[in-house]
């Protein structure tokens, strides 16, 4: 059972353009939402995340909308850059008993920007 | 300041040979530790994780095995690979308690032929 779904599977932008990626969760318990960049060949790295007090969050040009009752967030990036071409992880997670913490991801968006 | 190793970086590997790939941790005690398999065009599958020593949870049964010998060491083998193993693998960690943040490796693309 996939508990967060990510879309589209796959984007290309021109540069300057606006990428949006989204994604849906279904358990009402995660309380912790991030987006990882994945370059080729590499692990990937933390970009940005938010929490579900919160409705929107900006850093530089990334920001993550959310919407909880929807149960929905999103990745909008800003005058996109053909240095921005990675796969993109949403993840969400909710805290375990014991210490234990397993985030749950989506299948991943390749975005591809155009110069 | 800390950092995650992870080696080796490719691995060429027949049918039915055994397997280890190893990750260390630096510059942190007690990390919750991950091994995370991501076929070609697809998500991140996580196989094994543990909160400590000795202390591994398996997500998904398979022809692999994971072993946490030291504090900030995580080892993930096989006896026998199979075509099917091929993949990327990542180990990643976790501040224990204190962060919700994963740090993932470089990864090891094995292909098994």
Same mark, same amino acid.
């Given at each position: 059972?996939?508990?967060?779904?990510?879309?589209?599977?796959?984007?290309?932008?021109?540069?300057?353009?606006?990428?949006?990626?989204?994604?849906?969760?279904?358990?009402?318990?995660? $309380?912790?939402?991030?987006?990882?960049?994945?370059?080729?060949?590499?692990?990937?790295?933390?970009?940005?995340?938010?929490?579900?007090?919160?409705?929107?969050?900006?850093?530089?040009?990334?920001?993550?909308?959310?919407?909880?009752?929807?149960?929905?967030?999103?990745?909008?990036?800003?005058?996109?850059?053909?240095? $921005?071409?990675?796969?993109?992880?949403?993840?969400?997670?909710?805290?375990?008993?014991?210490?234990?913490?397993?985030?749950?991801?989506?299948?991943?968006?390749?975005?591809?920007?155009?110069? | 300041?800390?950092?995650?190793?992870?080696?080796?970086?490719?691995?060429?590997?027949?049918?039915?040979?055994?397997?280890?790939?190893?990750?260390?941790?630096?510059?942190?005690?007690?990390?919750?530790?991950?091994?995370?398999?991501?076929?070609?065009?697809?998500?991140?599958?996580?196989?094994?994780?543990?909160?400590?020593?000795?202390?591994?949870?398996?997500?998904?049964?398979?022809?692999?095995?994971?072993?946490?010998?030291?504090?900030?060491?995580?080892?993930?083998?096989?006896?026998?690979?199979?075509?099917?193993?091929?993949?990327?693998?990542?180990?990643?960690?976790?501040?224990?308690?204190?962060?919700?943040?994963?740090?993932?490796?470089?990864?090891?693309?094995?292909?098994?032929?």
């Amino acid at each position: 059972q996939q508990q967060v779904k990510q879309s589209p599977q796959s984007l290309i932008v021109q540069k300057g353009g606006i990428s949006i990626i989204n994604c849906a969760y279904e358990n009402t318990a995660f $309380d912790y939402f991030p987006w990882y960049q994945q370059f080729p060949g590499k692990g990937p790295a933390l970009l940005i995340a938010i929490r579900p007090d919160v409705s929107e969050k900006k850093e530089g040009r990334f920001t993550i909308s959310f919407n909880k009752s929807a149960k929905q967030f999103s990745l909008h990036i800003m005058d996109s850059q053909p240095g $921005d071409s990675a796969t993109y992880f949403c993840a969400a997670s909710a805290h375990a008993s014991g210490g234990s913490y397993i985030p749950t991801f989506g299948r991943g968006t390749s975005l591809i920007v155009h110069p | 300041s800390q950092t995650i190793h992870q080696w080796p970086a490719t691995l060429v590997q027949p049918v039915g040979s055994p397997l280890s790939l190893e990750c260390t941790v630096e510059g942190t005690s007690n990390p919750n530790l991950y091994w995370y398999r991501q076929a070609a065009g697809r998500g991140l599958q996580l196989l094994f994780y543990s909160v400590g020593i000795g202390q591994i949870s398996s997500e998904v049964p398979q022809n692999l095995s994971a072993s946490r010998p030291q504090d900030r060491q995580f080892i993930l083998s096989s006896k026998k690979l199979l075509l099917s193993d091929s993949g990327f693998y990542l180990c990643a960690w976790r501040p224990g308690l204190i962060s919700e943040k994963l740090f993932f490796g470089s990864g090891t693309q094995l292909s098994v032929l």
